[in-house]
């Protein structure tokens, strides 16, 4: 036998074993077909006036695009639809590209504030205080106050205690 022999009768066994396994799943569709038939068309019938609407609808929004008019402006919108498209792409290059960009150098990294130490309430504060204050009570002796003497004499004057007055200016 030769190869061209071998080539034709597999192809053949090829050709009735797809037919064999083909045979009985379109046979299937086909039934289930016949027994789905009458569902659909009870379907169809009671959203008739619902696809009538629709192909009304198309209709009108495409009235404009079956002008002759059209025709004429084909460049400008086939112009408008490329510069549209390449925006379009350069738009998420760049994204992809600050993605990257971000997430290489960590700056995409959320902004949370680190966590205080446990805040003390106003009555705590008050409690920890008055604590202390009689900490500080019972352990020292009563200072005696002290007088502070200020030299006699003339005080000396800065700028601070000066009154700063304006001059009034007149254009006429």
């Not at 549209?84 to 290059?93: F, H």
């Not at 992809?96 to 990294?109: C, E, G, M, R, V």
């Not at 504060?125 to 002796?141: L, M, N």
Request: charged fraction near 20%; include cysteine; aromatic fraction near 8%.
């Amino acid at each position: 036998m030769d190869a061209a022999t071998v080539l034709s009768v597999a192809q053949r066994v090829a050709v009735i074993l797809a037919h064999s396994v083909s045979w009985p799943i379109a046979k299937l569709i086909h039934v289930s077909v016949i027994l789905l038939r009458p569902f659909y068309v009870i379907i169809a019938f009671a959203l008739l006036p619902f696809i009538r609407l629709a192909q009304a609808l198309i209709r009108v929004l495409s009235l404009p695009f079956s002008v002759k008019w059209l025709e004429q402006i084909e460049t400008l919108y086939v112009f408008l639809g490329i510069a549209s498209l390449i925006g379009c792409i350069t738009g998420v290059t760049l994204f992809a590209i600050f993605k990257f960009l971000s997430s290489a150098l960590s700056i995409d990294a959320p902004i949370v504030p680190d966590k205080r130490a446990e805040m003390r309430t106003a009555a705590q504060y008050r409690a920890d205080r008055r604590i202390k204050k009689e900490e500080t009570i019972h352990h020292s002796p009563r200072p005696t106050p002290v007088v502070l003497k200020k030299p006699a004499g003339p005080r000396r004057r800065g700028l601070l205690s000066q009154a700063i007055i304006e001059e009034e200016d007149s254009d006429f």
